[in-house]
């Protein structure tokens, strides 16, 4: 029986981390998706990387299969992917997954505060007004 704590070690032993400078070459030189799969409440909370793409980590395999009729065309199996949640667990485990879905060049950026504290911009959620 695996745990969450072998799972985790599996990606992370799997999935390359990178750091914000590594992510901001790659968006600008290759193409690179940087995706955020926090749920939405948590974009609305704390914003988002300058740049993103979401798509919530319940639906990854949906929007990254071109089978799918909820496929996503900015995820493309011949576009390096940066993946990041809140602090790089969930961005491990499903950047294993798309490995296995047969995506070639993924990363893993950590969590947001990560690419806040490499310099990266962020768009800051929107004011709820109450």
Not at 10 to 21: F, K, P, Q
Not at 43 to 65: C, N, Q, V
Request: hydrophobic content about 40%; aromatic content about 4%.
């Amino acid at each position: 029986m695996k745990t969450v704590k072998d799972m985790l070690a599996s990606a992370n032993a799997e999935v390359l981390r990178i750091d914000t400078e590594a992510a901001r070459a790659m968006m600008a030189e290759k193409d690179a998706l940087l995706l955020d799969i926090r749920d939405a409440p948590e974009l609305d909370k704390t914003g988002r990387a300058e740049g993103s793409h979401h798509i919530p980590r319940g639906m990854l395999e949906f929007r990254a299969d071109p089978e799918s009729p909820y496929h996503d065309p900015a995820l493309r199996k011949d576009r390096p992917v940066i993946l990041h949640c809140a602090s790089g667990g969930r961005a491990a485990l499903a950047g294993k997954l798309l490995q296995e879905m047969g995506f070639q060049t993924v990363y893993n950026l950590g969590g947001l505060k990560d690419w806040k504290e490499g310099g990266g911009p962020v768009e800051e959620p929107l004011d709820q007004g109450m």
